[in-house]
């Protein structure tokens, strides 16, 4: 395939070489200059001529690697209007080739020493009354995508996260969202958070996304640990995550564009009517199924612009990919009124994954595993102090911890785990995973916050501790937070400095607090879980939603 694709690239390249005009030198001397950029697939190069005054006379472009039917479509389109402006300035990139455009634009500035002009900020002045603020972790199960090399199928599931702003109306006023992949490790991905799932366990590894598999990857507690550690989500991956029109977060800003101004329910509605019934993708005419070109036949003509409107965005929002939108329907449903009503300068959402080696073993002496995906949404002011903030998690663990409400996996489809399924503590056997109780599993996981008063924590319920942190949280900004975690918190296990603990380095920690840290500790009394250990790490998930935020100006008056 991998040669197929080159020489058709060759062959295009070829074509726009063999079609280009010759340089005119009538009026001057032409100059021929190289440059480089990444484009979808790889590089692409722009061979660029142009006269004394500047102006492009003359362009060959290649890029071997990108696809065929989209980037290399795209490539003699782009070549001509660029040369029919003498300019990259003005010249619009090519409808669903956005990331291939991006390239060539960069690729023919690289060539004439000029830069890539910032990208403009989107926000705009928004005021609204009567603000909430809410927050979905929604877990998707995939079959697939296909199988290796050694007919073992690849297995995926998808965390999404959506951190939404309403008004009075339960209309969006701004939203981010973002998605946690997790897959096997024989999956052809060199960017994959890959995992053979829990320590003791193996699977099939192309370690190197070649699409051929090396061998057998076994986790151990040290590689799990690493492994997890790592992980990015999809907006973390940045340009390594490719769509066919541009990345994973261009694409999905554009529909976090469109959503704006609409209720859950019509946000439902438009999904229903001007959304592939097969795929969750927006019908736009290229889908040749029949099914697809019935339904787009019955669009109005405000529909189809409605559905122009969405033309850089390509991929599904519902599939087995990730539910967003029933992640952003869950998020409005969950909204609760700011504790603020200072004006918004920004709004933040970060996501992390803290590995857990515990709690303990079972009655058979197998140990237990966890892993917490954490996600904070977080609003700031135009200071960078958090105007309100909302926090989940959603813990992942072996069936062998006797906690009856768990999100429990015996691993993979096909893996076995020791089981305690009535939740007694003592193992009851081995559960092994087919793929519909896996997908049947993955498909009800509940965050902690969902779980409500089933999580019970030694002063409250979870949530209601986590209520209380994040009313501490408001006013301070996320160095102040760092700094008074630091100061205010236990280094052994993240929790208050109140006076509980009898730990000599708690004791001492506690001794050199200062009556004002001992009165901002008081004010914390009903929170006593942890804000950084391995159920997950809630201050880190705060600091990433600042170095993540992006401008919303959303004014409460």
């Known amino acids: 395939m991998k040669k197929i694709r080159s020489v058709l690239a060759a062959a295009a390249a070829f074509s726009l070489a063999a079609c280009a005009s010759t340089p005119s030198t009538a009026t001057g001397t032409a100059k021929v200059v190289t440059g480089t950029a990444d484009g979808f697939g790889g590089t692409i190069t722009a061979e660029v001529t ?12 290649t890029g071997e690697d990108e696809t065929p039917d989209i980037g290399g479509k795209a490539l003699p389109e782009l070549q001509k209007a660029i040369v029919a402006a003498g300019t990259v300035e003005g010249v619009d990139g090519v409808s669903g080739a956005t990331y291939t455009s991006k390239g060539v634009f960069d690729a023919v500035r690289n060539a004439l020493g000029t830069s890539t002009p910032a990208p403009t900020v989107s926000a705009q002045a928004v005021s609204a009354s009567g603000l909430k603020q809410g927050l979905a972790i929604v877990s998707t199960p995939r079959l697939g995508p296909g199988s290796d090399d050694k007919d073992v199928p690849v297995y995926s599931f998808n965390e999404v996260i959506a951190y939404v702003v309403s008004d009075a109306n339960d209309r969006i006023v701004d939203l981010e969202v973002d998605i946690l992949e997790l897959i096997t490790p024989n999956h052809d991905g060199k960017d994959d958070n890959y995992l ?35 992980f990015r989500t999809k907006r973390q991956l940045g340009s390594s995550y490719k769509m066919n029109s541009g990345t994973w977060s261009e694409e999905m800003d554009i529909y976090e564009n469109w959503m704006k101004g609409k209720t859950g329910q019509e946000l439902q509605d438009l999904f229903d009517s001007e959304f592939s019934d097969l795929n969750g993708r927006p019908l736009n005419g290229k889908s040749d199924k029949e099914d697809d070109v019935a339904k787009a036949g019955q669009l109005s003509d405000a529909q189809k612009a409605d559905i122009d409107s969405l033309s850089g965005a390509t991929m599904s929002l519902r599939d087995a990919h990730g539910d967003i939108l029933g992640a952003v329907i869950a998020a409005l449903e969950h909204a609760q009124p700011l504790r603020s009503d200072a004006d918004i300068a920004s709004l933040g959402l970060g996501v992390n994954l803290v590995p857990r080696l515990g709690p303990g073993s079972d009655d058979k002496d197998v140990p237990v595993y966890s892993f917490n ?49 009535d939740g007694d503590g003592t193992v009851d056997g081995e559960l092994t995973e087919t793929e519909d109780d896996w997908v049947a599993r993955i498909g009800q996981f509940r965050s902690k916050r969902t779980l409500g008063d089933a999580y019970k924590m030694n002063s409250g319920t979870w949530s209601q501790e986590m209520d209380a942190y994040e009313d501490w949280f408001v006013g301070q900004t996320a160095d102040e937070l760092k700094g008074n975690f630091a100061a205010l918190f236990s280094d052994v296990n993240g929790r208050p400095l109140n006076g509980k603990s009898d730990k000599e380095q708690d004791v001492a920690k506690a001794g050199q607090l200062s ?28 600091e990433s939603s600042y170095a993540n935020a992006k401008a919303s100006l959303i004014s409460a008056n």
Request: glycine residues 12%.
């Open 373 to 421: 995906v954490t996600a904070a949404g977080v609003l700031y002011d135009a200071d960078g102090r958090i105007v309100d903030a909302t926090v989940d998690i959603l813990e992942i663990i072996t069936p062998n911890h006797d906690g009856k409400d768990d999100n429990y996996l015996a691993g993979w489809p096909g893996q076995t785990y020791n089981n305690d399924s």
């Open 50 to 61: 142009v006269d004394d005054s500047g102006k492009i006379t003359d362009l060959v472009l």
């Open 515 to 542: 009556d004002e840290q001992k009165a901002q500790i008081d004010a914390l009394s009903v929170a006593t879980m942890s804000l950084q250990d391995g159920h997950g790490d809630i201050v880190g998930a705060v």
């Open 196 to 230: 053979g799932m829990w320590p003791g366990q193996t699977y099939n590894l192309d370690a190197d996304g070649d699409g051929s598999v090396e061998g057998t990857l076994e986790e151990t507690e040290d590689s799990w640990t690493d492994r997890l550690s790592g």
